[in-house]
């Protein structure tokens, strides 16, 4: 089966940096776009950052741009999420799966990232 495991969340003060990990088993990882989402509550998941099949071309939405960097290994099948100057408005729960048409139905448990002073 299918199985995204993020981890790398915590709490973080405004200004600060943290490295998310998504390992991912039950596909053929390398064969798939890939792409971060993340959902605070109350509010609409939203695609932060996507990455191609080989890591070549990557996507951001606005308000991330400058601050975040998508990456993944395929050996590992394993994609990264570095953030960096983190906001307030950047706290929710951080999930990964594959971009787009291809995404699964189900999701991981994501990772919590919580920005506050």
């Known amino acids: 089966q299918v199985q995204f495991v993020e981890s790398g969340g915590g709490l973080v003060q405004p200004g600060g940096s943290l490295r998310l990990s998504c390992a991912a088993s039950?596909?053929?990882?390398?064969?798939?776009?890939m792409a971060w989402y993340r959902q605070a509550p109350g509010k609409e998941r939203e695609l932060v950052a996507g990455?191609?099949?080989?890591?070549?071309?990557?996507k951001y939405t606005e308000s991330v741009k400058g601050r975040f960097t998508i990456s993944r290994d395929n050996a590992k099948n394993t994609m990264y999420l570095q953030m960096n100057s983190l906001k307030p408005e950047d706290t929710a729960v951080y999930s990964c799966?594959?971009?787009?048409?291809?995404?699964?139905?189900?999701w991981g448990q994501g990772t919590q990232v919580t920005v506050s002073s």
């Open positions: 990455i191609s099949i080989t890591g070549v071309v990557t």
């Open positions: 799966n594959r971009d787009g048409p291809f995404r699964f139905s189900s």
């Open positions: 039950g596909f053929t990882f390398s064969n798939y776009a």
